[in-house]
C-alpha cells in the first residue's frame, strides 16, 4: 500500500490525466425551478492514482461521481463544464457511446450493498452479464470468468455460490460481489461510492484492503466518494473536499488533512473523530474547572478513580435468549446477549460498542424494558428493572429515556415539534397547555434550537436538528438517564460533533447518566468515561476508555481499533 | 416445494365441503318451490308432485340432500336438472365457451396492459403515459355494459366487421370482441398496476448499477425492469382468472353467449339447486387453482420467496 503512494501524484508528469473534469456544473429541476448542485468542479484523475472527493451529505459529491457516469437521476443535467476520459468529453456522448464505456472503462461500484444487486437473479447470472456486455467471453468462458473476478474480489466460495441469490449473501459478501462485478472487465476507471460505509469496521478493513490490491494489480485508479475522512486520508493519495457544490481544497490528501486551508476543511478536520481525539469537555465543566483542557481531562480522571457508592444502573449477568421459528413447530434459541455485566456511575458515559449482531442494541432494549430479560439482573437506582411494578412503569419510564438512531423515523410526520416534545408532558400529566409550552421553548432552547422550531414540523429540518429534537423530548420529563442508541450514526461529522457536545454539555448541566449505545470507535473515544466492547453477544473487553483505547487487552479490540480508518491518522496536528 | 404444493391441495377439501354446503344451503333457502314452478299456471296433482319430490329428494332434510348430491358426486354424477337434463351435459356445453372467453380475455389484458403499461412507466409524465393513464381511467369508470353495447354497435351494426351476436357453438373468432369487453376493467387495472411498477423500479437502485455495468438500455429493461415489475401483476391477473370465469354474465349477456355466467345465473333465478351448487363447485376448484399457479408462479419471478413449510 505505501508504494503506491508515490505514484504518479507529481502533477508536474507529462503524462495526461486519464479523467480531467473542468468546471463541472450539474442542475436538477425541482417544483421551486432549477437548483445548483454542482458548480463549477475541477479536478484531475491520473492512471493508477487514487482520489477520494469527501463532503457531507449534499455537497455533490455523489452527483459528481454520478454524472461522470451519465447516470445522474431524470430531473438532472451537467449544465456546464467538461469530463474528459481518455479524450472523450462524457457529458457529450450518446447514449450507444456511453454503453460502451461504462463497465468496459469505467467501472462502478454503488454505495448499498443491500439495494444494489438484483433480488430475483442469482448472482452468478448478474456477474455473467457484465462480462458478457464488456468482454468477448462467452458461456463457459464467461463463467471461468465469473468464479475469477468474484474470487478476486474475496469471495474464495464463489464456484459454489453462483447459483445463490443475494438475498443468500451477508452484506459484506454482496459488496464483495459488487467491486467484482465493477472491476470484471478491468477498467481504466474505478468510480466506489461510499462503497464501505453500511458495513461493520472489520469487513470494511478487510474489502478496502483487497479492492487497494486488486486496484494495484491492474493498475485500475479508483475515484472514491466518502464521507469519512479517515478512509479518505489511508486509501487515497488526493483529495477533493466538496462544499455545496462546490470544491474547496484539492490536493495532496495527507497535506490537506495534516494542514487544512480553507475554514470548512479546517471544521472538518476538526471534528473528524478517531483515536487520536480526546474526551469533548462540556463548556461549563472547563469554566468550573478554569484550567486548560489537559487539566479537565486530568481531572475527570481523577473523578472517574475515586470509587463511588452505588452504581445507578448495574447489570448483572444479563442474557437475553430469542426463539426462532424454524417453519412448524421448530425453533432454535438464539442468546442475543450472553451474560453480560457491567455497571455505570451517575453522571458517567458508559459506551457499549461492537458490529451489527454484538447484542449492543439488546441490551439497550432490555434497559428499557422493550423486552424481558431471560435471566441475570438489571438494576437501576437499587430497584431491580426485571420486576418493576406495572403501575409504576410510568416512573421508570419518566427516570429513563431513549432516543434512537434514525431521527427520520423517530418523530411523527404528521405532529409540528412542539406537540412531539409535548407529548411525554401530555402522557405523564404534568404541566397544562401554557405551561407545556414555556417547557418546550426552554427544552428548544437547551439544544440550542430557536423556540420557533416549536411551529415547524420534521419534514422542514435537517437529520441534525431532528437528532436534537429527539434530545428535546428525551430530556422533557427531567430523565436520569438517557439511552442513547446509534444516536449520532446517521448525522454527518460537523453536525455529529454539535450533538456530542451538546451531550456533553447537558450531562454537565444536568448530571445526566448516558447508556451510549454505538458501532463507532471514535465517537466512543470523545464521549465516554468507560467502554464495554461486545462481540456475538458476549462482553470483550471492559474498561475505562483511556485504557480501551492506549492499552487494549484483547485481540478483537485490537482489531476493531486498527479497523478504524486512518485510525491513528493526527488530523491536523499543524493547524 | 412439493411438499408445500400437497398442502396446498389438502387445504382444497375442506374449502370445497364447505363452500358446496354453504351454496346448497342458500339456493334452498331461496323462497318458491322449484317443482311448482316447473308447470306454471297449470298445476298438477299432488300425487304427481309429491312424486316428483321424492324422485328430486326434496322431501328429505336439507342436509341429507346435500350428502345424496356429494355421493352422487363421488360416482361422476352432478345431478339432473328438474327438467331431466343431467348437470353434467350443461356444464359440457357452458364451460368450454367461457373458458374460452375467459382465456381471450386473459391474454388481450396480459399482453396488451402489460406491453402499454410497460411503455407508459418507461415514459412516465410524457404524453404517451398520460393519455395511457387517461383511457384506463375510462375504462375503469365506464360500467362493462356500456362499453359492450358501444363496442357491439361500432363492430357489428356500424362497420359490419363482426355479427352482434354469437353463434351458438361460440368459435374463438366470434368472441374475440366480447372477450375485449369482458378484459376492458381488468386491462385498464393492469396497464396501471405494470406503470406504476415499472415506474417505481426504474429508480431502483439496482437498475442504475445495471446501467452502470455496460447492459444495453434494451436488456436493464427486460432484464431488470420489467421481471421485477410483474411480480404483482401476476397476482391480479391470477386472481382475475376467477373473476373472468364468473364475471362474464353481463357480457355474455350482450353477445347472447351460452356460456357459465348466463347459465348459472337462469339457474339461480329457477331454484335448480343442484345445477348451481354443481357449477359452483367446479368454480370453486378453478379458483383456488389459480391462486395457487399464482403463488408458485411467484416463488418462480421471485426468489426470496419460499414455500418451504
Do not use: C
Not at chain 1, 452484506?171 to 467484482?180: K, N, S
Not at chain 1, 412542539?418 to 405551561?435: C, F, K, N
Amino acid at each position: 500500500m505505501k508504494e503506491s503512494t508515490n505514484v504518479n501524484i507529481d502533477p508536474n508528469a507529462q503524462e495526461i490525466p486519464l479523467l480531467q473534469v473542468r468546471d463541472l456544473q450539474i442542475t436538477f429541476k425541482t417544483v421551486n425551478g432549477e437548483v445548483n448542485a454542482v458548480r463549477g468542479v475541477s479536478f484531475d484523475l491520473y492512471q493508477g492514482e487514487n482520489l477520494a472527493i469527501v463532503g457531507e451529505s449534499g455537497s455533490g459529491k455523489s452527483t459528481t461521481a454520478t454524472a461522470i457516469l451519465d447516470l445522474l437521476a431524470e430531473n438532472g443535467r451537467v449544465s456546464g463544464g467538461s469530463a474528459l476520459f481518455n479524450g472523450k468529453d462524457l457529458t457529450k456522448l450518446s447514449r450507444k457511446e456511453m454503453e460502451h464505456i461504462r463497465g468496459r472503462e469505467i467501472g462502478y461500484v454503488p454505495q448499498d450493498p443491500m439495494s444494489n444487486l438484483n433480488p430475483v437473479w442469482n448472482v452468478g447470472f448478474q456477474v455473467k452479464e457484465t462480462i458478457e456486455a464488456n468482454t468477448e467471453l462467452r458461456g463457459k468462458d464467461a463463467k471461468a470468468r465469473v468464479i475469477e473476478v468474484l474470487k478476486e474480489a474475496g469471495l474464495s466460495d464463489a464456484g459454489s455460490r453462483l447459483r445463490q441469490y443475494p438475498n443468500q449473501f451477508s452484506g459484506g459478501m454482496r459488496q464483495r460481489v459488487l467491486i467484482g462485478i465493477g472491476m470484471s472487465a478491468r477498467p481504466k476507471l474505478l468510480v466506489a461510492d461510499e462503497p464501505t460505509s453500511a458495513l461493520d469496521v472489520t469487513v470494511q478493513r478487510r474489502i478496502l484492503d483487497h479492492l487497494g490490491t486488486l486496484t494495484r494489480e491492474h493498475g485500475t485508479s479508483v475515484m472514491f466518494i466518502t464521507h469519512d475522512l479517515g478512509l479518505a486520508a489511508e486509501r487515497a493519495e488526493k483529495l477533493v473536499v466538496m462544499y455545496k457544490g462546490q470544491v474547496v481544497e484539492y490536493g495532496d490528501s495527507k497535506e490537506i488533512l495534516a494542514d487544512p486551508k480553507h475554514p470548512y476543511t479546517k471544521r472538518l478536520v476538526a471534528a473528524a473523530p478517531s483515536l487520536a481525539s480526546r474526551r469533548i469537555q462540556s463548556a461549563v465543566e472547563s469554566k468550573a474547572t478554569a484550567g486548560t483542557v489537559g487539566d479537565a481531562v486530568a481531572v475527570a480522571r481523577d473523578q472517574a478513580a475515586v470509587p463511588t457508592e452505588a452504581p445507578l444502573i448495574s447489570v448483572d449477568n444479563v442474557t437475553k435468549i430469542y426463539d426462532i421459528s424454524q417453519g412448524g413447530f421448530k425453533k432454535t434459541q438464539f442468546k442475543a446477549a450472553d451474560n453480560v455485566s457491567f455497571k455505570i456511575a451517575k453522571g458517567k458515559t458508559m459506551a457499549i460498542v461492537g458490529e451489527s449482531g454484538s447484542g449492543k442494541s439488546t441490551i439497550a432494549k432490555l434497559f428499557l424494558k422493550l423486552e424481558d430479560i431471560s435471566s441475570g439482573t438489571m438494576t437501576f437506582d437499587g430497584r431491580d428493572v426485571g420486576s418493576w411494578p406495572k403501575r409504576e412503569l410510568l416512573e421508570f419510564r419518566r427516570r429513563v429515556q431513549p432516543v434512537f438512531q434514525d431521527p427520520y423515523g423517530t418523530l411523527d410526520p404528521m405532529r409540528s415539534i412542539g406537540a412531539s416534545i409535548a407529548e411525554p408532558l401530555v402522557t405523564h400529566g404534568i404541566g397544562d397547555t401554557a405551561s407545556n409550552r414555556k417547557t418546550v421553548a426552554e427544552l428548544l432552547e437547551q439544544v440550542s434550537l430557536p423556540a420557533s422550531t416549536a411551529n415547524r414540523y420534521p419534514n422542514e429540518l435537517s437529520g441534525g436538528q431532528r437528532q436534537r429534537i429527539a434530545i428535546a423530548r428525551a430530556l422533557a420529563l427531567k430523565p436520569e438517564v438517557l439511552v442513547l442508541d446509534e444516536a449520532v450514526s446517521a448525522l454527518d461529522v460537523l453536525v455529529q460533533a454539535q450533538v456530542l457536545q451538546l451531550l456533553a454539555d447537558l450531562q454537565a448541566e444536568l448530571d445526566l447518566t448516558y447508556l451510549f449505545i454505538t458501532h463507532d470507535l471514535g465517537v466512543v473515544r470523545m464521549v465516554a468515561d468507560d467502554v464495554t466492547v461486545m462481540r456475538q453477544g458476549r462482553v470483550v473487553e471492559a474498561a475505562s476508555t483511556d485504557e480501551v483505547f492506549e492499552n487494549p487487552k484483547e485481540q478483537y479490540t485490537i482489531d476493531l481499533l486498527e479497523a478504524i480508518p486512518g485510525g491513528k491518522f493526527e488530523f491536523g496536528t499543524s493547524a | 416445494m412439493l411438499w408445500y404444493i400437497g398442502r396446498r391441495l389438502l387445504q382444497l377439501i375442506p374449502v370445497f365441503f364447505g363452500a358446496t354446503l354453504l351454496i346448497y344451503l342458500m339456493v334452498f333457502a331461496m323462497p318458491g318451490d322449484p317443482i311448482a314452478a316447473l308447470f306454471g299456471d297449470r298445476q298438477p296433482s299432488p300425487e304427481i308432485i309429491a312424486q316428483l319430490r321424492a324422485q328430486y329428494n326434496l322431501d328429505k332434510p336439507v342436509i341429507v340432500q346435500y350428502l345424496i348430491w356429494i355421493g352422487g358426486l363421488f360416482r361422476g354424477d352432478f345431478g339432473t336438472t328438474y327438467s331431466g337434463q343431467p348437470v353434467s351435459a350443461v356444464m359440457a356445453q357452458a364451460f368450454p365457451i367461457t373458458a374460452r372467453l375467459a382465456v381471450l380475455a386473459l391474454l388481450f389484458e396480459g399482453v396488451a396492459g402489460i406491453a402499454i403499461g410497460l411503455v407508459a412507466g418507461l415514459r412516465k409524465g410524457k404524453i404517451f403515459d398520460n393519455t395511457a393513464l387517461v383511457v384506463s381511467l375510462l375504462l375503469i369508470s365506464v360500467p362493462t355494459f356500456v362499453t359492450g353495447f358501444v363496442l357491439q354497435y361500432l363492430f357489428g351494426i356500424k362497420w359490419g366487421i363482426i355479427s352482434t351476436t354469437v353463434s351458438g357453438a361460440a368459435p374463438w373468432g366470434e368472441l374475440i370482441v366480447p372477450a375485449i369487453v369482458l378484459a376492458s376493467v381488468s386491462f385498464a387495472n393492469i396497464l396501471r398496476l405494470t406503470r406504476a411498477s415499472v415506474a417505481e423500479n426504474m429508480g431502483a437502485d439496482f437498475v442504475r448499477t445495471a446501467t452502470a455495468k455496460g447492459l444495453k438500455r434494451g436488456r436493464v429493461i427486460r432484464v431488470h425492469i420489467l421481471r421485477n415489475s410483474l411480480i404483482p401483476v401476476v397476482t391480479y391477473l391470477g386472481t382475475d382468472l376467477g373473476a373472468l370465469m364468473v364475471g362474464a354474465i353481463v357480457t355474455e349477456g350482450i353477445f347472447n353467449i351460452h356460456g357459465v355466467g348466463g347459465t348459472v345465473y337462469q339457474a339461480v333465478i329457477k331454484g335448480e339447486g343442484p345445477t348451481v351448487v354443481a357449477f359452483v363447485a367446479v368454480m370453486v376448484i378453478i379458483f383456488m387453482l389459480a391462486n395457487l399457479l399464482v403463488d408458485l408462479l411467484y416463488a418462480v419471478l421471485d426468489p426470496r420467496i419460499r414455500y418451504a413449510k
